[in-house]
């Protein structure tokens, strides 16, 4: 994939460093660093608060305002997500009023191991995630090894993917779709499952529509939509579930097949056009 590194995005937020609670004068140490300070301070005997302050000062631990700690090795991959949360936002945020929402921009939190949402607490296991209670997308660097080490789909325009799909469901909470799906869950649970798929499907079909742009905008190169195809069809439920069970329970799928979310995904990617993706009316 073609991009230029621009630093990184105003709607990042790096918490990597993090690990756990904040507070004033804790330097973003978690609980349990909190009291490894005040470990290591009874044994040299040492002040705790001094410690504390030479271990900010040293950069060794993030700051109370939320500064986390830089990882070099991953500096690429964080302007990479970077470039394709802007670029996606900046087609979003035209297109979504003429289809008849408002689009407010939403932020990008790294994390690493877990991380506390508006969603809840959620862990690195369980994957990249959007959370509508805050409207921010949540992602750790790890699962781009995962998708291409377990999953099987190398590639930047697989990572891209992964992203424009969160981007996705930002897009369906400003439509209002997602509040309208979460309502009909609530009042027909047998279904639940079923308009999730729908939803997830959706997404996929609107990550679709921004690789278009991309590539109407040169940053694709040869290859790129097949990484795409390719980590789509990764993550289908069919394919998750026979990799952890040996078997696979259509009945609970919440995201769907490999062989539809590749499907939608092109479908979103070939035409570039919101209305090709009602996965609603889709039977």
Not at 63 to 82: C, I, P, W
Request: hydrophobic share 40%; proline share 3%; net charge negative.
């Amino acid at each position: 994939m073609r991009w230029n590194p621009m630093g990184r995005s105003s709607n990042l937020e790096d918490q990597r460093g993090g690990g756990g609670l904040r507070g004033p004068g804790l330097g973003g140490l978690g609980i349990g660093g909190v009291v490894l300070v005040v470990i290591v301070a009874l044994v040299t005997k040492q002040n705790p608060l001094t410690l504390l302050s030479e271990l900010q000062g040293s950069g060794a631990v993030t700051t109370s305002a939320g500064v986390a700690l830089n990882d070099s090795s991953e500096e690429k991959t964080v302007q990479f997500v970077s470039f394709v949360l802007d670029d996606a936002q900046k087609y979003w945020a035209a297109e979504v009023p003429n289809q008849g929402g408002s689009w407010q921009d939403a932020k990008l939190v790294l994390f690493r191991d877990q991380v506390e949402s508006a969603c809840g607490l959620a862990q690195s296991a369980s994957g990249p995630f959007y959370c509508p209670g805050d409207q921010k997308v949540y992602i750790d660097l790890g699962f781009y090894r995962e998708l291409e080490e377990k999953f099987g789909a190398p590639g930047d325009f697989a990572e891209a993917y992964v992203l424009a799909h969160e981007i996705g469901h930002h897009v369906q909470a400003m439509m209002g779709t997602e509040a309208k799906v979460r309502e009909v869950q609530s009042q027909q649970p047998g279904q639940a499952n079923a308009l999730s798929v729908r939803l997830e499907l959706q997404a996929d079909c609107y990550a679709g529509i921004w690789g278009h742009t991309a590539a109407k905008e040169g940053h694709l190169d040869a290859g790129d939509i097949e990484e795409g195809l390719a980590a789509a069809a990764a993550v289908g439920d069919d394919r998750l579930q026979r990799m952890s069970e040996g078997a696979v329970h259509p009945e609970s799928w919440t995201h769907g097949s490999s062989a539809d979310r590749a499907r939608w995904f092109r479908r979103g990617f070939d035409s570039g056009d919101m209305g090709n993706c009602d996965t609603f009316a889709d039977r």
